[in-house]
């Protein structure tokens, strides 16, 4: 079934941690995962909203955080074990991660959530034939319903599985 989904793909930093507000948002908590560097701030809503969008989408860490992801996040945001698309080593570039993005999403529907688009991964998106949906962040308020609500929408106006199938039979 997941393979019939469009793929979502999570960024976390800026995403789901709002890394670049002076305070802490009001509706976060923060977690201490990383000794000696800055807190982890994490909203219990998203919980609801992840799981209401794994609903619609296949979802997959695209992030420099990688396994850590699923290993640190995913039970605070009671998510399952997502896959993970592997990219370079950190620290890297933002446009470091759309050849692999670019390998993982292959021709499959793709929507990408993340603070830091970049140039490059606006012409990886413009020239896929498949339907893809960037859509930025603000590292600053991270992760917001009506971000939610736009990606639900856009995936609801995707043909079906089932539409393409038949198109290619008829074709």
């Not at 009671?78 to 993982?104: D, M, N, S, T």
């Not at 971000?147 to 393409?164: F, I, K, M, N």
Request: proline residues 11%.
């Amino acid at each position: 079934m997941a393979r019939d989904l469009p793929l979502l793909l999570l960024d976390v930093d800026g995403v789901l941690n709002p890394f670049a507000g002076d305070q802490c948002p009001v509706s976060y908590q923060e977690f201490q995962f990383f000794p000696g560097e800055a807190p982890v701030r994490l909203c219990p809503a998203h919980a609801d909203w992840l799981r209401e969008l794994g609903e619609r989408f296949e979802m997959v860490w695209a992030t420099g955080w990688g396994a850590e992801a699923n290993r640190l996040l995913a039970p605070v945001l009671r998510l399952p074990q997502l896959p993970v698309i592997g990219l370079p080593p950190g620290p890297f570039e933002p446009r470091e991660k759309v050849p692999a993005v670019a390998a993982y999403v292959g021709s499959r529907p793709v929507a990408w959530i993340d603070d830091a688009l970049t140039t490059e991964a606006r012409a990886w998106a413009e020239a896929r034939a498949a339907p893809t949906l960037l859509v930025d962040i603000d590292p600053a308020e991270g992760l917001s319903l009506a971000v939610v609500r736009r990606l639900l929408a856009w995936s609801q106006g995707l043909p079906s599985p089932t539409d393409s199938l038949r198109r290619r039979q008829q074709g």
